[in-house]
């Protein structure tokens, strides 16, 4: 006797049970798919913002700089750009750091 036989063998009353056990769990799959679907979007629409966003601040500060050091070639326009930013950067990403361990310890 294979289990589809079985399974018709038992007390109506249970399989009726287990089929709706089964229908709940496969509710709960699909809406906590549709949760991570969700979240998973958003995430990814968020971080298009922060790349939009970092990319016209990258164009703004290239403005600012060309401003100021406009007699180099280009290519140490670059090269000094670059570090500064990247300098920038890390002075940033400690002191945010930094901020951050604060409020987590309070």
């Given at each position: 006797?294979?289990?589809?036989?079985?399974?018709?063998?038992?007390?109506?009353?249970?399989?009726?049970?287990?089929?709706?056990?089964?229908?709940?769990?496969?509710?709960?799959?699909?809406?906590?798919?549709?949760?991570?679907?969700?979240?998973?979007?958003?995430?990814?629409?968020?971080?298009?913002?922060?790349?939009?966003?970092?990319?016209?601040?990258?164009?703004?500060?290239?403005?600012?700089?060309?401003?100021?050091?406009?007699?180099?070639?280009?290519?140490q326009?670059?090269?000094?750009?670059?570090?500064?930013?990247?300098?920038?950067?890390?002075?940033?990403?400690?002191?945010?750091?930094?901020?951050?361990?604060n409020?987590?310890s309070?």
């Amino acid at each position: 006797m294979n289990s589809d036989e079985q399974f018709k063998n038992v007390n109506p009353d249970i399989r009726d049970f287990s089929e709706q056990v089964e229908k709940l769990l496969r509710t709960r799959e699909i809406a906590k798919f549709r949760t991570n679907f969700i979240e998973k979007i958003t995430i990814l629409v968020i971080s298009a913002f922060g790349l939009i966003s970092a990319l016209a601040w990258d164009e703004a500060f290239k403005a600012l700089f060309n401003e100021f050091f406009h007699n180099l070639t280009v290519l140490q326009e670059k090269f000094l750009y670059a570090g500064t930013i990247t300098i920038l950067a890390v002075i940033l990403s400690i002191v945010l750091s930094k901020l951050i361990l604060n409020e987590t310890s309070n």
